[in-house]
């Protein structure tokens, strides 16, 4: 359990959920870990349970479509740790609409959140990766990029423009030789808070997709957190611009669409 010794790591969305996992995990194998999230009150309970079974966490409240506030994140990450050499992007909403629902507003909201935010992280983390010589970039997109439904009109686009994002991030640090890799997770449902909204959970495609995955079951939040850790450490030392899927082989198979 210490594939991560002396390694820094940021997760945002790091409270709960999914990133809530990831940070857990990260810690777990030796990591370092910065959990940054909007929400203070479970981001503060997230780095105590880390801390009470002997992990090194603290707290950061980052709001990610703010550049000051990443920039004061990884200064202060940089003074207290040394150095960085993880980015987990994990922070991300959704909002359920079609194209005849859909307002500029909601999607520019979150296009902010989920695509913009991303983007500003790596920019600001980019020269403490470039400093160390090393590091990984590893963004959470969606099985939304392949799996198409008629309600996820913002959380698809924007989540198909991170994993684009990742690959040309990843191809020009690469050919820079700052020996940074960037690379992009693509989770189907897992049984996190996001499912459980009632708004998420009564939705037809998501009811039907209890029954579809062919491994039978949802995602559980560590089955996600351990591929972090496999592509936030040495062992993924040749993987670069690529994108992993994880959700049970539900992108490969075929259901018809929810009609009316």
Not at 141 to 157: F, R
Not at 230 to 243: G, K, P, R, V
Request: proline share 4%.
């Amino acid at each position: 359990m210490d594939r991560m010794n002396g390694k820094v790591a940021i997760v945002t969305g790091g409270a709960r959920g999914l990133g809530g996992a990831a940070a857990s995990a990260l810690a777990a194998e030796g990591a370092r870990v910065v959990v940054a999230d909007v929400l203070d009150d479970a981001g503060r309970a997230k780095v105590d349970e880390i801390t009470a079974i002997g992990g090194t966490a603290r707290f950061a409240h980052l709001d990610v479509r703010d550049e000051d506030a990443w920039k004061r994140m990884v200064e202060d990450t940089v003074e207290g740790y040394g150095c960085i050499d993880v980015l987990v992007n994990n922070a991300g909403i959704t909002l359920p609409r079609t194209i005849e629902e859909a307002t500029l507003e909601e999607f520019r909201h979150v296009m902010d959140i989920n695509l913009y935010g991303a983007f500003a992280g790596m920019q600001a983390v980019l020269p403490a990766l470039i400093a160390r010589g090393s590091g990984a970039i590893v963004n959470v997109s969606s099985n939304s990029t392949d799996m198409i439904v008629p309600t996820t009109t913002y959380y698809a686009a924007s989540k198909a423009a991170l994993a684009n994002l990742t690959k040309t991030t990843a191809v020009h640090v690469g050919l820079k030789g700052y020996g940074i890799r960037a690379n992009s997770i693509h989770p189907g449902p897992h049984a996190t808070d996001m499912l459980a909204d009632p708004e998420v959970a009564e939705l037809p495609h998501i009811k039907m997709m209890r029954d579809t995955v062919p491994l039978g079951r949802f995602g559980r939040p560590d089955d996600f957190a351990q591929l972090v850790v496999f592509l936030a450490s040495d062992e993924s030392s040749y993987i670069t611009a690529s994108e992993f899927f994880i959700d049970g082989g539900l992108t490969r198979v075929s259901y018809p669409g929810v009609r009316g």
